[in-house]
């Protein structure tokens, strides 16, 4: 903790304690010893609940909490991806305070306070819940959580498919922790399942198969029936304060858009908020409201001091069915600005207007049109528009301009510096757009390029390349072409022409996070390492400094290259960032087992160890970490150990024909050659065909080998 933060603790704690002394709210309560439960479902648009209208969806759980609850009927998100929504949220500041405006260009800083972290102090016991890795612990909203249980299946982010677990598995953890509590708690459950790719399960998927989306969300109700039945039953409900919401919605082709992050419409921010208060009684507000709206509101239902950073507004008013006054909801979109050199957009709703700027501003009357499917701005002075929106930007915007610089601890610094990063200049940010820079304008391209990734995996490879050639030469600055040509090229053997494709869009698109990944992981794969250093240490953004996925492509490169010290540092550097990643652990593993084997040195062989068992540990399905001791207590001559380490592996995978053979090597070791004939012969019938030439030579080889053995055995 900064002596800054101490210092702001210290004082606050201090105002806090005689506003408890001073105020007549002190005296026990209701409020005081209810518990809090958060639920956010990611990607839920509010019109797709029964309780907002719908009547084509069952969501019967999330429509009885309205129905014993407050429905707030125009609740808005301030930006369309998750992370900054969530930050929204939980910290009671707009994007303009905290700095987090993007999923993966930012995260929360340690300077600010939590909402887990303000009630900790109040002594609720804090545990999340987490559905995927968007809201990852790496990316800061972990702070003052007991317990943030983010154990979803790590994934390397090049691939683009967000870790995630089903919502059922979050809940059934989270209903664990809950059971364990003996004082009041605070709760927050998160469900990505709404999100793209839309796959909900049986029976949904079944029921709603021509309109999956909708499936995922009667399948996220449906779980939700668990959590709300188990409260019931422990007689906790009565004593919860539930909150309800999405984190945005999700555009389904609206405005052209087919999923969400880019623009800033109503199908994406509208979003649904539920109250469900003991001791309230149930009601609808149309008041405009918004996320950053539920921390105050949090503090005046619990009786405690708000505290002074808070941007949103008390809901107690409109709750209590108390006039209310309006209030200005800023909203941004900057996905497109900060990964794709997109027009940013920005923009507020103050009474029933709500305006959007950008190169093709966009002014709409809510109350009349809230759909936005009538432009007024070409037929009203903005300039009025655009100097209100200068004030609040203003007005919201941290006075000390640091939220979006990314925090670097002392060690983190150490590293950086060995390596020679702290110097490397920041990348430059366009500051003036025209209308061809304007979303609108060029997400169309960015739809063709889903379309032809589309066309690929239904199997129409050809047509899918010569789509995404032809938006490349059109409109240079559709980073994702280039990113989904590449793959295509990749998969299908063309790994030359697939680092043409990357080399050409990191030259046009240098801060593209997507690029630079799957630019660094084709160039691993081309063994091409030293070209990996040179583009990862030339390409340095805040987003690689805080991503542990680049650190171990980077550590990796150095280990390949026969740098060790540079490659253990930025492995560890990865471990600091994420030291639940099993991949890192495994590759340190590798790295000090070569060591070993060209040292002989024992403590290098002790490191490999314990890395390799670190990396089962966090992954019990990790199969490099097995068959890497197998091959180790070889080499110590422990081959039962081995023989158990490998035995592991077939297991997960029996077409690992590396591990095929040593174990085979390892069974004739120990005099059992039928064991080995017969792992070499389940093998064969599997994989026969599947293998070349030579493969199919060498297996016919060591079948020969085995029976020989049996052979000699039976003569003794």
């Known amino acids: 903790m900064s002596k800054y933060r101490f210092l702001f603790f210290f004082l606050f704690s201090f105002a806090v304690f005689l506003f408890i002394i001073a105020s007549p709210l002190s005296a026990k309560s209701d409020g005081k010893d209810l518990n809090i439960l958060i639920i956010t479902i990611d990607t839920l648009r509010a019109d797709k609940l029964g309780c907002y209208g719908n009547g084509q969806i069952e969501t019967p759980n999330i429509d009885s909490l309205a129905d014993n609850g407050i429905l707030f009927s125009r609740a808005f998100a301030l930006t369309p991806t998750t992370l900054p929504s969530h930050t929204n949220i939980f910290l009671g500041t707009t994007p303009l305070y905290h700095g987090v405006h993007?999923?993966?260009?930012?995260?929360?800083?340690?300077?600010?306070?939590?909402?887990?972290?303000?009630l900790k102090t109040f002594d609720y016991a804090t545990g999340a819940f987490?559905?995927?890795?968007?809201?990852?612990?790496?990316?800061?909203?972990?702070?003052?959580?007991?317990?943030?249980?983010?154990?979803?299946?790590?994934?390397?982010?090049?691939?683009?498919?967000?870790?995630?677990?089903?919502?059922?598995?979050?809940?059934?953890?989270?209903?664990?922790?809950?059971?364990?509590?003996?004082?009041?708690?605070?709760?927050?459950?998160h469900c990505f399942d709404p999100h793209d790719p839309y796959d909900p399960p049986d029976p949904f998927k079944d029921l709603y198969k021509n309109n999956p989306y909708d499936g995922e969300v009667a399948h996220v109700d449906f779980a939700l029936g668990r959590l709300l039945g188990f409260l019931k039953e422990k007689n906790l409900f009565n004593k919860t304060i539930v909150i309800f919401t999405s984190d945005h919605g999700e555009s389904l082709g609206q405005h052209g858009e087919i999923y969400h992050g880019y623009y800033a419409y109503n199908s994406i921010l509208w979003i649904p908020l539920i109250l469900s208060i003991p001791g309230i009684n149930p009601s609808r507000v149309d008041h405009y409201v918004s996320h950053i709206d539920i921390f105050p509101t949090l503090c005046d239902l619990l009786q405690i001091e708000k505290p002074p950073f808070l941007q949103g507004q008390s809901l107690l008013p409109a709750i209590k069915n108390k006039r209310m006054p309006n209030g200005t909801i800023y909203i941004e979109s900057l996905f497109p600005y900060l990964n794709r050199g997109w027009a940013p957009i920005r923009g507020f709703i103050q009474g029933k207007e709500k305006f959007i700027d950008s190169p093709i501003p966009e002014l709409y009357n809510l109350e009349k049109d809230f759909d936005e499917a009538n432009n007024l701005a070409e037929h009203v002075e903005l300039n009025r528009y655009r100097n209100h929106l200068a004030r609040i930007i203003e007005n919201l915007s941290l006075p000390e301009k640091t939220a979006n610089k990314k925090h670097i601890d002392r060690e983190a610094m150490k590293i950086l510096s060995s390596l020679g990063y702290i110097s490397s200049p920041q990348l430059s940010t366009k500051k003036t757009f025209g209308p061809e820079d304007d979303v609108k304008m060029l997400l169309p391209h960015g739809n063709r390029a889903e379309v032809a990734m589309?066309?690929?995996?239904?199997?129409?490879?050809?047509?899918?390349?010569l789509m995404l050639?032809?938006?490349?030469?059109?409109?240079?600055?559709?980073?994702?072409?280039?990113?989904?040509l590449a793959e295509i090229y990749q998969n299908t053997g063309r790994q030359d022409e697939a680092l043409e494709v990357l080399e050409l869009g990191i030259e046009r698109h240098p801060s593209s996070f997507m690029i630079l990944t799957n630019y660094s992981h084709y160039l691993i794969s081309a063994e091409r390492y030293d070209r990996v250093i040179q583009v990862i240490t030339k390409n340095i953004t805040n987003r690689i400094n805080s991503d542990p996925e680049i650190w171990n492509c980077l550590g990796f490169a150095y280990w390949k290259t026969g740098n060790?010290?540079?490659?253990?540092?930025?492995?560890?550097?990865?471990i600091s960032l994420d030291n639940e990643y099993a991949n890192v652990f495994n590759n340190l593993g590798a790295l000090y087992f070569s060591l070993f084997n060209k040292t002989n040195i024992q403590k290098?062989?002790?490191?490999?160890?314990?890395?390799?068992?670190?990396?089962?540990?966090?992954d019990p399905n990790h199969i490099p970490a097995y068959n890497w001791l197998g091959l180790i207590h070889r080499k110590l001559g422990n081959l039962e150990e081995a023989i158990y380490f490998w035995e592991k592996v077939l297991e997960l995978k029996l077409d690992f024909s590396e591990t095929i053979y040593n174990l085979s090597q390892a069974y004739l070791d120990i005099e059992n050659p039928t064991k080995a004939l017969d792992l070499l012969s389940r093998y064969k019938e599997k994989y026969y065909p599947l293998l070349n030439k030579n493969e199919k030579e060498q297996l016919d080889a060591f079948i020969k080998k085995c029976i020989s053995k049996i052979h000699d055995h039976s003569l003794h």
């Open 102 to 118: 993007d999923n993966f260009n930012s995260s929360v800083q340690e300077e600010f306070l939590t909402l887990a972290e303000y």
């Open 130 to 189: 987490i559905g995927a890795f968007p809201l990852d612990s790496r990316f800061g909203l972990s702070q003052g959580f007991d317990v943030y249980d983010d154990g979803y299946e790590k994934v390397s982010t090049h691939k683009f498919a967000y870790g995630e677990r089903a919502a059922e598995n979050v809940i059934q953890n989270a209903l664990g922790w809950v059971d364990k509590q003996n004082t009041r708690w605070f709760l927050w459950i």
């Open 454 to 465: 589309d066309l690929y995996r239904k199997g129409d490879t050809q047509n899918a390349i």
């Open 469 to 484: 050639k032809k938006i490349i030469e059109e409109e240079r600055k559709i980073d994702l072409a280039y990113a989904y």
């Open 564 to 574: 060790d010290v540079d490659a253990i540092d930025a492995f560890e550097r990865a």
């Open 604 to 618: 290098y062989c002790t490191q490999a160890l314990h890395y390799y068992k670190k990396a089962i540990e966090l």
